[in-house]
């Protein structure tokens, strides 16, 4: 949904998920670790927070350079459910939450969470892609939109740790764990708020992503 103004809420997501290198073009990306933070759209405090770990189903055996990545241990996924079950678990905590497609906007740190990894997902476990991801908010784009940064061919994105530290925030948490990720979004977007109605400007972060329809599913070592 687009919105001339803020939703109600915002719901941050971030996925870890399997990966192994070199690449391997067999290699379907499951989700491994979901974490996902419900935050104010009016004042953009962190309100409610939802963490699991995934079972991966077609590659069950976590390859080395995945557990070194994530910090996320063989033993932890296999006493996880799969996948289907645990977004079932988030959807119920969502609409316990009081949060439905109509007052809530999906945020991401980049496009690789739903056009990738939970497309990835979706096919492996046979699922509907959900609607509510299918537009989305990229941190990234109103960063550097707020920050004036225009990239060269080839330059890379901001990354979180750039974000923050742009910002004056420490990182808090480790990267590449979902729910810390999720954690250091939220406090990227309420530092951002702070600095538009500094400006005299909204603080809203509408989508700008759509799920990409020609997007071919790359199996990503990192």
Not at 74 to 102: E, H, I, Y
Not at 217 to 222: A, G, L, Q, Y
Request: proline share 6%.
């Amino acid at each position: 949904m687009a919105y001339g103004h803020s939703p109600k809420y915002y719901c941050v997501v971030d996925f870890e998920a399997t990966c192994v290198k070199p690449r391997r073009a067999d290699f379907r990306t499951e989700i491994i670790e979901f974490g996902a933070v419900i935050v104010d759209g009016s004042n953009f405090q962190m309100i409610d927070e939802f963490h699991e770990y995934c079972r991966p189903v077609e590659n069950p055996v976590l390859h080395e350079f995945c557990k070194d990545l994530t910090k996320i241990q063989q033993n932890t996924v296999d006493a996880a459910s799969p996948f289907p079950v645990v977004f079932d678990r988030f959807q119920k905590w969502l609409s316990g939450r009081g949060l439905t497609d109509s007052n809530f906007a999906l945020v991401t740190d980049g496009i690789f969470d739903c056009n990738q990894i939970m497309r990835s997902q979706c096919e492996v476990s046979r699922m509907s892609f959900p609607s509510f991801a299918r537009r989305f908010s990229n941190i990234k784009v109103h960063y550097m939109q707020f920050m004036g940064i225009r990239l060269r061919r080839g330059q890379p994105t901001p990354r979180i740790p750039d974000m923050l530290s742009a910002l004056g925030i420490s990182q808090e948490g480790q990267l590449h764990s979902a729910i810390s990720d999720a954690r250091n979004i939220c406090r990227i977007m309420e530092a951002l708020a702070r600095r538009l109605r500094a400006k005299g400007r909204p603080a809203v972060f509408p989508n700008n992503e759509t799920l990409k329809a020609n997007w071919v599913v790359k199996h990503p070592s990192d």
